[in-house]
């Protein structure tokens, strides 16, 4: 599994093999000891390339990101323009996870927790989105206790028939916040 990407093109075919192995931790090493590469990637996310680039990229970039071997906090303000630019719920959801792994910044700040409360009101999002708006939403409360109440209203009131994963994000956000 180990080639030599020459080209943007063939950075694709790499995305595109993510598809078939799924083999994350061989990705995570491919692009953390090829830079370049990961650049190329990123920059095929931010174009919001056509299925599955975009969507598959961005799975490889939360593996990078939770493997916690590199620090792409300057990604955060391209990150936060880009969920505003899709309707994607792939990149939606592989993106806002990626910022959980990042310190939030005022870039955007309002807006970014609309959008994300806005996440977990929407039924028809998938629970993981859900889930990781409520863990980006902590680092916002731990900014600014006053929205600690609103969130957590928020929270409950979308509460209903979901999965463990919610309540676990929903228990963390108490843990998180409870101090505040």
């Known amino acids: 599994m180990h080639f030599h990407v020459k080209n943007e093109k063939d950075i694709r075919d790499k995305i595109r093999e993510m598809r078939y192995t799924r083999d994350k931790q061989e990705f995570v090493k491919y692009f953390i000891e090829r830079p370049g590469e990961l650049k190329k990637v990123i920059q095929c996310v931010l174009d919001l390339e056509e299925y599955p680039i975009k969507e598959y990229g961005s799975y490889i970039l ?52 609309d959008l994300l409360i806005g996440f977990i009101q929407n039924p028809k999002n998938k629970v993981a989105l859900h889930v990781y708006s409520i863990y980006v939403l902590i680092q916002f409360v731990e900014k600014y206790p006053e929205l600690k109440t609103e969130i957590m209203e928020i929270i409950d009131l979308n509460f209903e028939k979901k999965t463990p994963a919610y309540t676990i994000a929903r228990r963390n ?8």
């Open 173 to 180: 956000y108490v843990k998180r916040t409870s101090h505040l």
């Open 62 to 113: 939360t593996h990078i990101y939770k493997s916690g071997q590199l620090d792409l906090q300057h990604l955060y303000p391209p990150f936060v323009d880009l969920i505003f630019k899709t309707n994607d719920q792939t990149v939606f959801r592989n993106i806002v996870n990626c910022i959980t792994y990042m310190h939030i910044t005022d870039y955007r700040e309002s807006e970014l927790i």
